[in-house]
């Protein structure tokens, strides 16, 4: 079995220091956190990495959360880390919350910023993969002012929004399309009560990424946790804000960070003097739309084949059309629902002898052969979001047209050109 893969990082502060890791947002580098490293590495040992493919690191895709995290977990392993404190931005935040998930002992306290339980839509990252799949990363770099800065800070800073843009374009496309991938499958709303260790939660008051509805959503779920808002900021908030991110920072890892006695083995930073929090959700406040009573699983095949098959589905189709099927479905198409769902999805899509892109050249071949548009459509769409390239999908209709007729493939040729349109451009 292949070792697992380190990322690559830096450290500050002393040695002999306790350990702060810091996360990166998604297309930054570690650069992102040079404004607190002065203040933060006079208290403790700060290590800051890069994700796969970003700031020069190895290209090497990790196609989830988990696996961030295990890489992350492999090479403090290297450095003999076994503890630490962990602050993370955006999907650096989700990151440090699987780590508080799934390795409770590991981390001491933690500080999620520009976070989110569920980022968005799965259809809409995996529609990002399909704009940067096509188009290369330029059109989402010169999106970036607009998501990572409040207006007045990108008129004021142009110095900074040029070097923001920079390091998104340089980033590798195929790590930035797996890290959407692992964006897109990120939800851990059900298992926010799990995280146990003292959480500051830091949201920009104007960030349209992540809103401040969502950071109130983690400290609703997070048994010990507390939210602060900071004005003028929006999803790069430590960059945009970084003395007021700073501050927070400090005073959250110096209060929350255990005692040597305690089972975590961290050393205690003496507390700078209390200063109000911007925001603060009281302990036990209610998580209203998340959450059910979820029953006892069905030990059965077919229900293993249904959840099996609707996990694909909605990772094929895309969440808004596998909602708007399923919403239409009434106690007289419900049944035929629950059939695609098992059948097609669950049994079909799910076997191990070809991968997706070979099931969607398969799929648009049978469909145009068939006239069946409408459903070529959506499985255009999948296409894409398989991984299959414009030209590919082109490549496919033009075989088609050979040995099933030129007038399927016309009809064909229009559907596909329609929805190749919609889901390539460039986001604004």
């Known amino acids: 079995m292949s070792e697992t893969k380190t990322l690559q990082y830096r450290t500050d502060g002393p040695e002999d220091g306790p350990v702060l890791v810091l996360g990166p947002s998604l297309g930054t580098t570690w650069h992102m956190w040079d404004r607190q490293i002065p203040e933060l590495s006079r208290h403790w040992r700060v290590l800051r990495f890069d994700l796969p493919g970003h700031g020069g690191a190895p290209a090497h895709p990790a196609t989830s959360v988990a696996e961030f995290a ?12 076994e503890r630490f404190g962990y602050a993370g931005c955006s999907i650096g935040g989700a990151i440090g919350a699987e780590l508080a998930l799934r390795h409770p002992h590991r981390v001491g306290s933690l500080a999620l910023v520009s976070a989110s339980p569920r980022f968005g839509t799965a259809d809409s990252f995996r529609q990002r993969g399909v704009v940067v799949r096509t188009n290369g990363l330029d059109p989402i770099a010169r999106a970036t002012p607009e998501r990572w800065f409040t207006p007045g800070f990108a008129a004021a800073q142009p110095a900074i929004v040029e070097w923001a843009v920079q390091m998104v374009r340089t980033t590798d496309p195929g790590c930035y399309i797996a890290a959407c991938e692992a964006l897109a499958a990120f939800d851990i709303r059900a298992e926010l009560s799990r995280i146990g260790v003292p959480t500051l939660v830091v949201a920009g008051a104007d960030d349209q990424v992540t809103p401040a509805a969502d950071a109130r959503v983690l400290v609703a779920g997070i048994a010990d946790a507390r939210l602060a808002l900071v004005p003028g900021a929006s999803h790069l908030t ?60 069905l030990l059965d095949a077919r229900a293993d084949a249904y959840d099996q098959g609707i996990k694909v589905r909605r990772e094929v189709l895309g969440d808004a059309h596998v909602d708007r099927a399923q919403s239409l479905a009434d106690e007289f198409t419900g049944d035929f629902q629950d059939f695609i769902t098992r059948y097609a999805w669950g049994e079909v899509w799910t076997r191990p002898g070809i991968d997706r892109r070979i099931r969607s050249v398969v799929t648009l071949t049978a469909l145009a052969a068939r006239g069946h548009l409408d459903e070529l459509a959506f499985h255009t769409r999948a296409a894409l979001r398989n991984g299959l390239t414009p030209t590919e999908i082109k490549e496919v209709l033009l075989h088609t047209g050979v040995y099933c007729g030129v007038p399927t493939a016309n009809s064909a040729f229009a559907v596909a050109q329609r929805i190749i349109r919609e889901e390539t451009s460039p986001e604004g």
């Open 70 to 81: 295990a890489r992350l977990l492999a090479t403090l392993d290297q450095l003999g880390v």
């Open 238 to 297: 430590p960059v945009e804000q970084p003395m007021a991110v700073t501050d927070l920072l400090v005073r959250h890892f110096s209060s929350s960070w255990q005692s040597p006695d305690h089972p975590t083995g961290m050393t205690a930073i003496p507390a700078p003097p209390p200063k109000p929090v911007l925001s603060t959700v009281p302990p036990g406040a209610e998580v209203v739309g998340f959450g059910h009573n979820v029953p006892e699983p």
